[in-house]
């Protein structure tokens, strides 16, 4: 039996979570020598490197680090170091069942497709897969790499993933774009679950959660750019209502307050997590939105 799949996981700054994701895979159903796992990591100072060193798994383990460049290029770069037939993508967060790498292989036994398995998002990072599916972890995505395979060659046709996203957010789903117009058909494989590890939200880590939206906006409009089409337009909420309602609901700038801070402190400490997870939507939705202001400005575009 030869190798089969690789899994391409790109990862920045996170050694824990990448940790517990490595040792999920241990417990693949499929002889080891099906499979292969390629880390590409994007410019993390977390020890990644240190960890990956001292791990000892029965599959074989590829690791290239690389200046931090996005998402984008650490999956191109993944990409061409892997020797499978099929690419099966997981981010670095996601703690998967052990057959799943046997499920994705049996959906490829049909030609032309691409596979997407379910992604339950879970904060308890000691007993992921005490988490059930919720109707929030539905996705409509063709193509999303948080769980999903794809043959290497029908990548190859494409022309990978634009590394024009150099930053967070929207570049898996322009790929996807481009797969859809070769033709290649979505199934959904059930049992290929993944777990996604999410922090509990707390007031010290708003301001990471608020760049990346920012970063998430500037890319929205790269990838408008690419697919300049109202569905796209619409994806990504860059239209004269989104932009005017975002005025409305962010009215005295009062996301970027002092008062506010205070306020989500205090909405910690009294435990009202549903009135803060509220509150920091709001806030980071308005910087996604400004994020895509930013973005329009440099282009010299009017937003709104």
């Not at 040792?23 to 002889?31: E, G, R, V």
């Not at 972890?137 to 395979?149: E, I, L, P, Q």
């Not at 239209?239 to 975002?246: A, C, E, K, N």
Request: negative net charge.
């Amino acid at each position: 039996m030869g190798l089969k799949a690789s899994i391409i996981i790109p990862t920045y700054n996170r050694r824990v979570i990448l940790h517990k994701a490595l040792l999920a895979l241990a417990k693949s159903t499929i002889p080891f020598q099906e499979f292969e796992v390629v880390i590409v990591d994007d410019g993390s100072t977390d020890d990644t490197k240190d960890m990956i060193d001292a791990l000892e798994v029965p599959y074989d383990l590829v690791y290239e680090r690389q200046e931090r460049r996005g998402p984008a290029s650490a999956r191109n770069r993944a990409i061409r170091l892997a020797r499978g037939e099929i690419m099966i993508f997981i981010d670095s967060d996601i703690m998967v069942v052990p057959d799943f790498v046997e499920a994705h292989l049996e959906a490829h036994q049909r030609a032309r497709l691409v596979a997407v398995g379910p992604v339950v998002h879970t904060n308890d990072l000691g007993n992921p897969d005490t988490a059930s599916f919720r109707i929030t972890d539905m996705s409509r995505a063709f193509f999303a790499t948080g769980n999903v395979s794809v043959e290497k060659e029908h990548l190859l046709e494409a022309g990978l993933f634009d590394e024009a996203f150099d930053e967070y957010g929207w570049e898996d789903l322009e790929l996807g774009h481009r797969l859809q117009k070769l033709g290649l058909q979505k199934v959904k494989v059930p049992r290929a679950i993944g777990y996604h590890y999410k922090e509990p939200l707390t007031v010290a880590a708003v301001p990471q959660h608020r760049q990346r939206e920012r970063e998430r906006g500037r890319m929205a409009l790269v990838f408008y750019e690419r697919d300049p089409s109202w569905t796209t337009r619409l994806q990504v909420e860059m239209s004269p209502i989104m932009f005017g309602l975002d005025r409305l609901l962010s009215l005295g700038n009062w996301p970027e307050r002092d008062g506010t801070q205070c306020l989500l402190k205090f909405l910690e400490a009294r435990g009202w997590d549903r009135v803060l997870r509220v509150m920091v939507r709001l806030i980071t939705h308005h910087d996604y939105m400004e994020g895509m202001r930013e973005a329009l400005r440099e282009r010299k575009r009017p937003a709104d």
